[in-house]
């Protein structure tokens, strides 16, 4: 498995600089941008459109907070794929739901109350990257993987509440 952290010679770690990201993104896919090579050999240009989509997907992947971390699961040997199946608690999964609904009902809330859920749902998906980088800190890779899940849900939701605000707006 490839180490999307090596790519842009950064730790592996749940929090990182974006930003920093960006910058080393940019600096490294203007070395193997494949338009560079139009003049090269074939071997050489697929070569170095297999090189720039790698570097675009490490990207991809680092740059997204909930991919990072199955990234570094992964890394850890843990199997993203049947995680990705892993049931959440009950009592979790009937919040997620009951979420859902307020945010399917954002047009009918007024604005306080769209405000209010808003910070709810910001704060449990930010309270679930710190519970996450917790665990996995900890080298608790079983309660990071749950939390992982949980992360995963959150994300989700967060993605609902952006594009119902979009529809509103």
Sequence with gaps: MTNY???FDLAPRVAID?????ARYEQ????????KYAGAPAFEQRAAAKRAADVNQAYEVLAHTVARAGHLLALR???IQSLE???ASPDFLFEQMTLR???QMLNTLTDAEAVALSERITTAYDDAKNKFAYYFDA?????????????????????ELSRAKRQVS
């Design 101 to 103: 609904e307020e945010v």
């Design 77 to 79: 040997g843990v199997d």
């Design 18 to 22: 974006v930003a920093d990201l960006q």
């Design 85 to 87: 199946r892993q049931p």
């Design 28 to 35: 490294i896919i203007i070395l193997c941008h494949p338009d």
């Design 139 to 159: 080298d608790d890779l079983a309660a990071a993987s749950s939390a992982w899940v949980e992360l995963h849900y959150q994300h989700k939701l967060t993605d």
């Design 5 to 7: 952290f090596q790519v």
